[in-house]
């Protein structure tokens, strides 16, 4: 049985560094075609595609967020990982990791496996 799981910090501080990790169980991060991603979904709004890395290790991100976000992984642990600079309060969201063979779903049926989601609020 396949299972992701994120973890990270809860709170995080305005202009710091949102670093979560995604952790899978039951299939490797090198699998052939399939794609890791972060998805988040702030208060009130719909999904949001943030990026993805490939089982080759080629990542993709979105135009919108590019400048801020490095996604990377521990091919070793089957663990891939999000960091997002210079956060503001526009950040604060449930953020997801998800596995499937799409490069950017932004549905919650155009992936595979989901994560439960984790909290992370940016305020001082």
């Known amino acids: 049985q396949v299972q992701l799981q994120e973890s990270g910090p809860g709170l995080v501080k305005p202009s710091q560094t949102l670093s979560l990790t995604c952790t899978v169980s039951?299939?490797?991060?090198?699998?052939?075609?399939?794609?890791f991603s972060w998805i988040r979904q702030p208060p009130g709004k719909g999904l949001e595609w943030m990026g993805a890395?490939?089982?080759?290790?080629?990542?993709y991100y979105s135009p919108s967020l590019k400048s801020r976000t490095s996604i990377s992984r521990d091919t070793t642990k089957d663990q891939f990982t999000l960091q997002l600079t210079s956060v503001t309060p526009e950040d604060t969201a449930v953020y997801y990791c998800?596995?499937?063979?799409?490069?950017?779903?932004?549905?919650?049926?155009?992936?595979?496996?989901w994560g439960q989601g984790t909290q992370v609020t940016v305020s001082s």
């Open positions: 998800a596995m499937g063979t799409v490069v950017r779903g932004v549905s919650w049926d155009e992936y595979h496996y």
């Open positions: 039951g299939a490797s991060i090198t699998t052939d075609y399939f794609y």
């Open positions: 890395i490939a089982y080759s290790g080629s990542t």
